[in-house]
């Protein structure tokens, strides 16, 4: 059995979103400089609202508010998988990558969320 997180950067949750806040970063870059104040704003936005959602609910004391946290984590990831779509579409970038990147995250939140509400016996 893992040893308790000390801190949200031990969370691997945490660090894979992190992950994926500096490739959406490197991504953005490359977008024309007309879309610095749209799509590459709001991607960024919401991508970095995942691993600072994670942050914040790790602190608090009740499993309740640390899921909250944790949904608005996945609705932030959602939000940056429209994105994602829409630059494809757009002819911006590949998703490939970072698509799955945020099936990980996904899949990692989701884990996180059910562990916290699952009662211990």
């Known amino acids: 059995m893992r040893e308790p997180a000390k801190s949200f950067q ?19 870059r490359q977008f024309p400089k007309e879309e610095r104040y749209g ?40 939000e940056c998988r429209y994105y994602l779509i829409l630059a494809c579409d757009l002819g911006l970038m590949e998703k490939r990558s970072l698509w799955e990147l945020t099936d990980e995250v996904g899949r990692l939140l989701n884990a996180y969320r059910s562990a916290i509400l699952t009662p211990t016996s």
Do not use: C, M
């Open 39 to 78: 799509l590459t704003s709001q991607f960024r936005r919401a991508s970095i609202s995942v691993p600072a959602n994670i942050a914040e609910g790790f602190r608090k004391h009740s499993k309740q508010d640390k899921a909250r946290f944790l949904n608005i984590a996945e609705g932030s990831l959602e």
């Open 10 to 28: 031990d969370l691997i949750a945490w660090q894979k979103a992190h992950a994926f806040v500096l490739q959406v970063y490197a991504a953005t």
